[in-house]
């Protein structure tokens, strides 16, 4: 499998996903004239890329230069293979409009072909999925964010563990929890994690400060 094919089977799965979203989506349809170039467009589309109908005629240069710059070249790239095979396409891709805004665009078509069997026409489907990308990035952001408290927590259980077992103060215990996370190769935070699990599962035991200071500390 080529880059292109896991591109486009990326950008196939993320319009579906986004339609199987159950969100209601703006969509419009298009139709390109490869002959000539002529473009037509429902009024959503011009929507799409901040204009109204009458502002500007749909070309394939006008649809480019709205592209985002670190997407153009992909999206130039997909349009020509279509134009050259005829195959159906996906591609998902950000565009700046007219108006300025930023808009994430889903793509979807595929050629048609003469009796001779030439590719005359792509026609398709434009899908916004400007407001589904938000909604994943905040959900993502608001993962992180769990992800990084949950972390946090984990380290400074840990340490206040190592501050009352061993008799350290902050700074100490943090030092070597941290050293510790070095030499093992291992995250802090599941570092941290094992010492509390450990300093449970010991609790009763009467040398749980020599045997946690072992496992902190370099091996002799």
Request: aromatic share 6%; charged share 25%.
């Amino acid at each position: 499998m080529t880059d292109a094919d896991t591109s486009a089977r990326l950008d196939l799965q993320d319009v579906v996903s986004s339609l199987a979203a159950g969100q209601a989506q703006a969509v419009g349809r298009y139709r390109v004239d490869l002959a000539t170039g002529q473009w037509w467009w429902s009024d959503e589309i011009y929507a799409m890329h901040g204009f109204e109908r009458g502002d500007v005629a749909p070309s394939t240069a006008l649809m480019l230069a709205h592209k985002h710059p670190d997407d153009r070249e992909r999206v130039d790239r997909t349009w020509q293979e279509a134009a050259r095979t005829g195959l159906p396409f996906s591609s998902v891709h950000r565009v700046i409009g007219g108006d300025g805004e930023t808009r994430v665009l889903g793509v979807v078509g595929q050629g048609r072909r003469a009796q001779d069997g030439q590719v005359t026409e792509l026609v398709g489907y434009f899908i916004d999925l400007t407001d589904s990308h938000r909604r994943a990035g905040m959900r993502e952001a608001a993962a992180s964010i769990r992800t990084a408290a949950e972390s946090r927590a984990a380290i400074e259980q840990a340490k206040g563990v190592i501050i009352t077992v061993l008799d350290l103060d902050e700074d100490e215990a943090f030092a070597l929890l941290r050293d510790a996370s070095n030499r093992s190769n291992v995250p802090v935070r599941t570092l941290a994690t094992g010492v509390l699990d450990f300093v449970r599962s010991q609790v009763q035991d009467p040398d749980v400060a020599a045997q946690l200071r072992k496992m902190l500390s370099p091996p002799d």
